[in-house]
């Protein structure tokens, strides 16, 4: 057992983005991946980390309207960005029409892939895919251990058909 | 009052999305890491590099001098400060009922040794790198054959074996034996299962705080039985069991892998008694790949009996299973559950399972989905659809040949296991047909089958008489708590847990329709100890629904009785003139109102009660039913096997399902169609293995462990039978494991059909394209 000790001062660095509409600047180490920052420093917690292995998605935000995985990236690569996590999704309080599409096809379960996944075909739908494409080439990206991705694609497709695309 | 036989606009039966979803889409989902962290303190945890060894050195000092430490706990100081954490279900000649936290040999590599802590996570684990550990190699036992090799290394000498213990289940083998000789037809077969990682999106992981002015410890947990977890700290740290409080937040994802105390955790909890401060340690996924606990991983002979007009006259398995380095909380458990469950839907002449549970040097095993039903389902299955091509018989008609009546229950197996209700030949004549639409056409080099499989599976495990005759220190029973508050609102109280499963949604259907109030009023608050009626088994093996919601039912319908009770006297009039309407009870005859809200009020109050009747607005009820009720299903599934690569595709996959009555079916489609994905993995592509020589676990990332995507699982075809239990309050049975089952079997089978050459040596999973293509190779059709 140790005597507690006053921690030595790591090498700081403060990283200033665009995120979710707001300017926000905090201080990270240099080696601080994305998805440790939003989460803790910035409180943004709606981001998850299942692997750290740039595998399972579950960590994808977007990085100027890209979908990357935060967790292959470090904090001070996202600087000056402008920045869109899960929390960013609903406007003016109301779910967006894909986010209530996942709840009607019961889309989610313990919901912890769920806000990796809402990121990434948030994305698709802005950059006009196909909802056939969407449910092949970016739900394939995409690891969820609960739902058997049934719901989702039901979600993709409803939603899809239901903005007449 | 019985749901089942209600009828209209009733919320029991309604298809309606979860409560919670709406927060949990908005990101405001908050798992045991995204708890505040301020003044949060880092672990990481020190583990083993070795599969095998004596531990002769263990040097902090390094990370000790580094000044970047706030603590660091050893072998030493762990085995001072801890006692060794109890386990539930034991197996006869177990020499071990606990599982040890201070580590002197250790027996797998991952086994964690000790915790260092510091200011932030990464700081905490360069500081685990720091610590030197000497360890005298031992050699490696790897697998269950190299464990009873007659000149096998011991990972207990002194236990004299690799034998960790083993009971039989039926008949004696002897009397099996008998018949088998005296059968027209056995057909035999070594069968096993791949050892699977149940990978939970969330990893495990605990936020410790212990406050030493007041001597509590209070414990967030991403754990699916938060008293167990209550219990086994309170041993393990040497406290009385009120002095810790456990409480689940949401869990993302459990599958069994989340029903313990590790020791892990233990040590995290340690740290912050020590430090008297919070202190978090996240699993990261290597750690949860490789030492977290593991299911399945089992051996096992199997002989089918027939006589000559294909009746089933005896049914012997003898299981192997792999039970890692030491025997975890219910280490032999699905071991014992797979021998109690090898008869499945069919009816035996005689049918007897032996067990032998066998140390390896491995991360022990344990509890995932399925729970040794899915192991029973692949040996049974399959050497049913092994003695049918033997015999140039189709299989489905074997198994309708030999499957139990509709009549003929309650059916008590050879096993013991008495089923209690149920239309068996039903659900797979619905199956069969459903097949028959689905078969496509082979092509030159890709070959297509179906297959039809059946299953029964234990659900609602109970009842607490039956855990107390296996010595199981499980509460068999589970309770519910409906409070009507002093503003009318509704909070219920269950010791099962919320884990992704949406039992939340479920219960407050139930208790709605029960009370008679609108859903909004109810909230569903599980998995605080503090408040949550005891369950140490909690939500696990199928319980939640059946046994929580019965006890529900009951504490709903008194509940109602004394509200409208109260009413009356507010109202002046008779009980029998009250009606409640929405939020309004109204007297018949004067029309006279009073709110649910004001009824509530007045309770609490203590006004308008009858002499005798109870002030508390609170109705608690423990539900034990008198027996365990089983869900049953069949399973198809339609293949596509290429080959020139091995690959085998699900094209199509359909069940016909009863798990009694359906509180939610969009909930319980959602649990039949993501353990069907599970067992989809199991089938054809998870392994958690090991190094043969080494012991070095194979799969230590998402990219060699490889999980079903998207891609490889199809729409699922559910259809529901309902036969309600006449055993549960409400006629409920489990839905949670029962897509899990028969996966693997179906598939192989399917695989069987659609290329018979290889039929005889679909034994083993995950089938893989490459254990495929050498089965084809060696049956000279490879590309
Ligand atoms: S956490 Fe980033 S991909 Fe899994
Ligand atoms: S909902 Fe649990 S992992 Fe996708």
Redesign the interface.
Known sequence: MTVPTTPAPARMRTVTATVNGVTRSAETEPRALLSDFLRHDLGLTGTHVGCEQGVCGACTVLVDDVPVRSCLLLAVQADGRRIETVEALAQDGELSGFQRAMRDEHGLQCGFCTPGILMSVTAAEREGLTAEQTTTEVLGGHVCRCTGYQGIRAAIEHHWQEAGR | MTIATRNGDTLVGKRM??LH??R????????V??ID?TGVLHAAIIRSPAAHGTITRFDASAA?ES???????GPD?IGRLTDPLPTTWRIPGQHLAAVELAIRTVRYVGQPLGVVV???R??AEDLAELVEIDIDPLPAVVGIEAALAPDAPLLYPEHGGNVAGGIHFGPPVEELDALFAGAAHVVEREFAVQRINP?????RGVLAEWIPSTEQLTVWASTQVPHLVRQEVAVGLRLRVDQVRVVTP????A?GGKTTLYADEAMTCLAAK??GRRVKWIE??TENLTASYQGRGQQARCRLGLDADGRFTALHVHIHGDVGAFLSTAGSGPFQVAALTIEGPYRFGAAGATVTAVFTNAVPTGAYRGYGMQESAWIRERIIDEAARELGRDANELRLLNTIQPEQMPYTTGTMLTYDSGDYPAVLRRAVEMGETRRRPSTDRIRRGIAVTGNVEITGFAPSALLEMFQIHWSGYETGTIRVNEDGTVTVFSGVTP????IETALAQIVADELGVPLEMISVQLGDTATAPYSNFSSQASRSLPLAGAALITAGATMRERMLGLAARALGVGVEEVKLDGTVFRAGTTGAEVTWRDVAHRGWMGWGRGETDKILLEETVSFDPPGITYAYSAHGAAVAVDLDTGKVTVEDYWTVNDSGVLVNP??A??QI??????GLGTALLEEAAFDPETGQPLAT???DYV?????D?P??VIEHHVTPSPIITGGFKGVGESGIQPPAATVGNAIANAVPEIAAGLTATPLSPSRIWTLLEQAGLEG
């Open positions: 999305p979860r979803d709406d949990m889409l908005r990101g405001h989902g908050r798992y890491d995204d962290e000790r000044g970047e430490a706030v603590l660091v706990l100081e510091a200011r932030n990464a700081v990978s939970p999106m969330e990893p949401d869990v993302g994802g599958f020590v430090l990261d996924r884990m992704g499963q949406g969009l909930i489609d959602g169609i993501g353990a069907i994905a599970q990332s998402y990219l999980l079903p995507l998207s891609e699982v729409d699922i």
